[in-house]
């Protein structure tokens, strides 16, 4: 493993990049990435269920690759718990960004009386989750980032590409898992006997913030992201979005 240095080719549009790595494999999307993008590329992990995939693929070609991870203020303790522990074991680059709101006090300010639901998510997603993330974006200043959504979650993302312009951050984001179904995911991690996230084995499969409202786990026959923001039409935090949340 090694340090990313600077490449001397950072600028590139989202329909070539995509002609690129059209018939990659994830393993081979990211090592384009580094070679290309080098010390200018980041990742984003949520370290929720299965994120020791993408990081593990990035993080065999780059130890060092910073790892921004958005701490809401309202996260699982159990998520907590496992980010140290994948920071440690695996000596990760881990950049932490928090919200700057006192949890308690947004709770209280913002009308929410119960800290175990959301009756506005979309407000809460975009005070301790998207500005929280631009800022992070802000401060790095990357010329693209990995992300490890997927196609199979949901039918918004079905319609991504692997490399797309945000015009929000102005990167490129990079999803090199987006063509992986569950199964290659699940294959991968066993072949490298890969920790998932505690609350994995609750049910949970797709883990964010810990009001019900927001993450909850699934029943038998639901997809994935079907936890997520249970009896809404939303979708997405805001993170994968140019517009940030809303949807």
């Known amino acids: 493993m090694t340090t990313a240095a600077i490449s001397p080719f950072t600028h590139i549009s989202p329909e070539v990049a995509n002609k690129i790595t059209a018939d990659m494999a994830p393993p081979d999307i990211v090592r384009w990435a580094i070679e290309t993008f080098g010390s200018k590329l980041i990742m984003t992990s949520s370290f929720g269920a299965e994120s020791m995939c993408l990081i593990h693929l990035a993080t065999r070609t780059v130890a060092d690759i910073p790892i921004v991870f958005i701490n809401t203020g309202f996260l699982f303790p159990q998520t907590l718990i496992f980010m140290e522990t994948m920071r440690r074991q695996y000596r990760l ?29 979309d407000a809460c997603c975009h005070a301790n989750k998207n500005s929280v993330f631009d800022r992070a974006m802000q ?4 010329v693209a980032w990995l992300r490890g959504i997927r196609a199979d979650q949901s039918t918004h993302r079905s319609q991504m590409q692997t490399v797309e312009a ?4 102005g990167a490129l984001a990079i999803s ?36 019900v409202t927001c993450t909850r786990p699934l029943s038998a026959g639901e997809n994935v992201r079907d936890g997520r923001w249970s009896g809404t039409d939303k979708k997405e935090c805001g993170i994968h979005l140019d517009q940030g949340a809303g949807i």
């Not at 945000?166 to 951050?169: H, K, L, P």
């Open 93 to 121: 680059n881990v950049v932490e960004f928090h919200t700057e709101n006192d949890p308690v006090v947004w709770l209280s300010v913002n009308g929410e009386s119960d800290p175990r639901t959301r009756r506005d998510v």
């Open 139 to 142: 401060s790095l200043a990357p």
């Open 166 to 169: 945000n015009r929000r951050t």
């Open 176 to 211: 090199p898992l987006l063509r992986w179904s569950s199964k290659d995911i699940h294959h991968y991690m066993r072949q490298h006997e890969l920790p998932y996230h505690p609350l994995w084995n609750e049910g949970y499969a797709s883990i964010g913030c810990n009001p």
